[in-house]
């Protein structure tokens, strides 16, 4: 059986996702990633684009704006539904580690 797309979002998804709160360009969300991680996760335009293709075709951004070949996007109903249960997924996570070394919180 297939993994279901976007059932779980790597990294790079996730940083897209969440830049894209707020209405960016392609490139302005290159650089909102690289700064909000403090350079520890990079994009490359590459994997940007393909990925911004696939989360309009999947409807979870939306395109906004065309100025020549710069293109704006921003975030769906479906997108911030998708981002907030990869955030769901990402805190039980934490708390099974938590849990497994002893390290519950009080």
């Given at each position: 059986?297939?993994?279901?797309?976007?059932?779980?979002?790597t990294?790079q998804?996730f940083y897209?996702?969440l830049?894209?709160?707020?209405?960016?360009?392609?490139?302005?969300?290159?650089?909102?990633?690289?700064?909000?991680?403090?350079?520890r996760?990079?994009?490359?335009?590459?994997?940007l684009?393909?990925?911004l293709?696939?989360?309009q075709?999947?409807?979870?951004?939306?395109?906004?704006?065309?100025?020549?070949r710069r293109r704006?996007?921003?975030?769906?109903?479906?997108?911030?539904?998708t981002?907030?249960?990869?955030?769901?997924?990402?805190?039980q996570?934490?708390?099974?580690?938590?849990?497994f070394?002893?390290?519950?919180e009080?």
């Amino acid at each position: 059986m297939a993994r279901e797309k976007f059932r779980t979002l790597t990294e790079q998804m996730f940083y897209v996702l969440l830049c894209l709160r707020t209405e960016y360009c392609g490139m302005d969300v290159m650089e909102q990633v690289k700064s909000m991680t403090d350079g520890r996760v990079t994009i490359g335009p590459g994997t940007l684009y393909n990925l911004l293709e696939q989360f309009q075709t999947a409807g979870m951004i939306r395109e906004t704006k065309v100025e020549g070949r710069r293109r704006s996007y921003i975030l769906t109903d479906k997108g911030a539904a998708t981002l907030d249960a990869e955030y769901q997924r990402l805190c039980q996570q934490a708390q099974d580690y938590r849990r497994f070394f002893g390290k519950e919180e009080t």
